[in-house]
């Protein structure tokens, strides 16, 4: 059998056309996938964007609340602290006479 003749067998003629378009598919298969971890980076690379920028966010803004309650605590802990010396203060006293006794 030669050649030509193995070509005109209806078998022979549609494997070498599937294997044609195989081959003029692949660098199409190629680009396909290529496209598609483009697309897969580009929706990590966001994510990881959006949590860097959230948590600039929160901090930025935990600065500024800072900033703006300083006052604020400071003078909260100016009252504490002479309460709790009112509290040691009035710890210190006795509720009855030393020499007292308890009733029956």
Known sequence: MTTRELYR???????FWIGLVLLAAVPLYYVREMLALLI????FFAVVVTVAVALYLVNYI???GLTKSEPYVRSMARASRRGLGFVGEFSKK????QHSETAP
């Open 62 to 64: 935990g600065q500024a």
């Open 40 to 43: 897969l980076f580009a929706v």
């Open 94 to 97: 006795q509720f009855r006479r």
């Open 9 to 15: 067998h209806p078998k022979v003629r549609l494997g």
